[in-house]
């Protein structure tokens, strides 16, 4: 089947897979409770003639295909939805209340099943291993996949996520970091309770929670290389019992962004140090908890230059997009290529109506990318099966 031939029959069975995006998004399911999301992912896979594992990191899918003992393509695609009410006012929308596919994991689901069906009539050398993970947005699905299995045996693996950045018929390739670790920051300052009125006779926790606040936003940009963006931001703050009594305790949630592994791997220490001497300052204890959550996305330098190839194949090059900086969003694909050589890429689906960005009420983004990304990650792993016979042959 020539490249031609292959891409008509891709788009030959878009609309089925419109419709089956359309079921997922009007019945979206949160973090680790993908259950009737991968009932349906598992009775489709089943029916095209693909061997399925369930339940692999609790809800996850494993779908493998050809001959696996030869070395596996790996493509990972994430179930999961968002606690956010939408607003799209589509004749698909949300049926869960307070729960919407906000991030476009729909449209993965989509995409990986589409591979799924052209690959079988692809004769490759190598076996193909879809991965459909659950708990992205919490950052746990691939670790608990990984535990599970879901990397034995992978050569390489590919990833994909929708950006509403990007305009419909485009990719956006990146080297090195595509996105950033994260990591959770918890922080209790404790003070010295008081009467309002006479505030030099206590420590107010609140005052010191200010401190550390705007303190470490300084810090940050007069200790740290400013070509190594950080990124402290405080979501949650809690403290106080009444209008006119000095706040003994005060607890601050935050979460930590960085591209450079080397620093993330430090920053715990450093804010320890840091926060606690804001607060001594002030004649305030702190108690500073810094968890890492996921590593940043490092691309595979040769995996990326397939997807760029392929990118080039399928579009042209003038819409096969350099990106020039990393997101500081986190993606726990980023544990899979701590397992296996690999590689991620943007899609484009801002559409001629724009498109809301990611994790917004009103994100829509256009379909017609679904087809797109089947079309480059099949080219992809059809250069990926020649390449590792190329290798194991030399």
Same mark, same amino acid.
């Given at each position: 089947?020539?490249?031609?031939?292959? !891409?008509?029959?891709?788009?030959?069975?878009? *609309?089925?897979?419109?419709?089956?995006?359309?079921?997922?998004?009007?019945?979206?399911?949160?973090?680790?409770?993908?259950?009737?999301?991968?009932?349906?992912?598992?009775?489709?896979?089943?029916?095209?003639?693909?061997?399925?594992?369930?339940?692999?990191? %609790?809800?996850?899918?494993?779908?493998? !295909?050809?001959?696996?003992?030869?070395?596996?393509? @790996?493509?990972?695609?994430?179930?999961?939805?968002?606690?956010?009410?939408?607003?799209?006012?589509?004749?698909?929308?949300?049926?869960?209340?307070?729960?919407?596919?906000?991030?476009?994991?729909? $449209?993965?689901?989509?995409?990986?099943? @589409?591979?799924?069906?052209?690959?079988? *009539? $692809?004769?490759?050398?190598?076996?193909?291993?879809?991965?459909?993970?659950?708990?992205?947005?919490?950052?746990?699905?691939?670790?608990?996949?990984?535990?599970?299995?879901?990397?034995?045996?992978?050569?390489?693996?590919?990833?994909?996520?929708?950006?509403?950045?990007?305009?419909?018929?485009?990719?956006?390739?990146?080297? @090195?970091?595509?996105?950033?670790?994260?990591?959770?920051?918890?922080?209790?300052?404790?003070?010295?309770?008081?009467?309002?009125?006479?505030?030099?006779?206590?420590?107010?926790?609140?005052?010191?929670?200010?401190?550390?606040?705007?303190?470490?936003?300084?810090?940050?940009? %007069?200790?740290?290389?400013?070509?190594?963006?950080?990124?402290?931001?405080?979501?949650?703050?809690? @403290?106080?019992?009444? !209008?006119?009594?000095?706040?003994?305790?005060?607890?601050?949630?935050?979460?930590?962004?960085?591209?450079?592994?080397?620093?993330?791997?430090?920053?715990?220490?450093?804010?320890?140090?840091?926060?606690?001497?804001?607060?001594?300052?002030?004649?305030?204890?702190?108690?500073?908890?810094?968890?890492?959550?996921?590593?940043?996305?490092?691309?595979?330098?040769?995996?990326?230059?397939? $997807?760029?190839?392929?990118?080039?194949?399928?579009?042209?090059?003038?819409?096969?997009?350099?990106?020039?900086?990393?997101?500081?969003?986190?993606?726990?694909?980023?544990?899979?290529?701590?397992?296996?050589?690999?590689?991620?890429?943007?899609?484009?689906?801002?559409?001629?109506?724009?498109?809301?960005?990611?994790?917004?009420?009103?994100? *829509?983004?256009?379909?017609?990318?679904?087809?797109?990304?089947?079309?480059?990650?099949?080219?992809?792993?059809?250069?990926?099966?020649?390449?590792?016979?190329?290798?194991?042959?030399?």
């Amino acid at each position: 089947m020539n490249r031609e031939q292959l !891409f008509k029959k891709i788009d030959s069975f878009n *609309d089925e897979l419109i419709n089956l995006r359309r079921h997922i998004h009007a019945h979206p399911e949160l973090s680790g409770l993908e259950n009737q999301t991968a009932i349906l992912i598992s009775g489709y896979l089943k029916n095209i003639g693909w061997t399925v594992s369930e339940s692999i990191g %609790r809800t996850g899918i494993i779908a493998d !295909f050809g001959p696996l003992d030869k070395g596996i393509i @790996g493509i990972r695609v994430d179930m999961d939805a968002l606690p956010i009410f939408e607003e799209t006012k589509l004749s698909f929308s949300s049926k869960v209340d307070g729960v919407m596919h906000a991030c476009g994991h729909d $449209l993965h689901i989509s995409i990986g099943l @589409g591979v799924a069906k052209i690959v079988k *009539d $692809l004769k490759l050398n190598f076996g193909t291993r879809i991965i459909f993970q659950p708990a992205e947005e919490i950052a746990s699905g691939a670790r608990w996949m990984i535990k599970d299995g879901a990397t034995r045996g992978l050569n390489c693996i590919l990833g994909v996520h929708v950006y509403p950045d990007l305009a419909l018929g485009t990719i956006g390739i990146k080297e @090195g970091s595509l996105t950033a670790a994260a990591g959770e920051l918890k922080v209790e300052i404790k003070g010295k309770s008081g009467h309002g009125a006479r505030p030099h006779e206590g420590v107010d926790a609140i005052w010191v929670a200010s401190k550390v606040i705007s303190g470490i936003q300084e810090l940050i940009t %007069r200790q740290l290389d400013p070509l190594d963006p950080v990124v402290i931001t405080f979501g949650k703050i809690s @403290g106080g019992n009444a !209008f006119n009594v000095l706040a003994e305790k005060v607890n601050l949630i935050g979460t930590v962004r960085c591209t450079n592994l080397k620093i993330f791997k430090n920053i715990g220490n450093w804010l320890s140090k840091n926060i606690s001497s804001l607060a001594n300052s002030c004649g305030a204890d702190a108690k500073v908890l810094f968890r890492e959550i996921t590593p940043p996305v490092q691309n595979n330098f040769e995996i990326n230059r397939v $997807l760029r190839d392929s990118g080039i194949k399928v579009l042209g090059k003038e819409n096969v997009i350099e990106l020039q900086k990393p997101s500081l969003g986190a993606e726990d694909f980023a544990e899979f290529l701590q397992e296996t050589p690999g590689a991620m890429f943007r899609l484009g689906v801002s559409g001629s109506n724009k498109c809301a960005p990611l994790h917004s009420s009103t994100f *829509d983004p256009d379909e017609r990318a679904i087809a797109i990304g089947i079309k480059v990650i099949t080219e992809s792993i059809v250069k990926l099966n020649n390449e590792i016979i190329n290798s194991i042959n030399k």
